[in-house]
């Protein structure tokens, strides 16, 4: 069985002598200006996201926020996972660039003179930048005293 319904949003012919055009839906037995609830509950549900409305045909009203994600929960743990070999950019030996930070020449506590003193220990750190064509690898160098 099949409901139906008078469709509003088809208008009248100012000239009475014209006819309507049937819908494509309405089938040779449809009573005059009706159409199955089939037909417009499809109608009710088109809205920009699927159909070829245009989204400022829904007016102000705004749609409403997801709240959860659409991803499913995954059995594995985020991050790394246990057993996988990471990989690291090893350093080289010959960078085409080298940047010097020297130690202050003077105690930040005190204010004594360090410029006879001997370096403690460096700390080297490889920067790897792909500029074209080459690869450019810039090493910097710090350095620190210790007083005697």
Known sequence: MI???YDRSRKRPK???????????????????????????R????????????PSSEGLEKKPQRTQSLRSKS?????????HDGKTLKQVLEPDRIINH???????????SL???????????????IPKPSIEVT???????SQK
């Open 3 to 5: 409901l139906w319904f």
């Open 15 to 41: 000239n009475p002598n014209l006819r309507t055009r049937k819908s494509s839906t309405a089938g040779k037995n449809s009573p005059k200006g009706l159409v199955p609830r089939r037909e417009l509950e």
């Open 43 to 54: 109608r009710f549900g088109l809205n920009s996201d699927n159909s070829s409305k245009p």
């Open 75 to 83: 059995k594995r743990s985020s991050g790394g996972q246990k057993g």
């Open 102 to 112: 020297l130690a202050p020449s003077s105690c930040e506590e005190c204010g004594c």
């Open 115 to 129: 410029s006879k003193s001997t370096v403690v220990s460096s700390i080297k750190r490889q920067v790897f930048d």
């Open 139 to 145: 090493e910097s160098r710090s350095s620190t005293n």
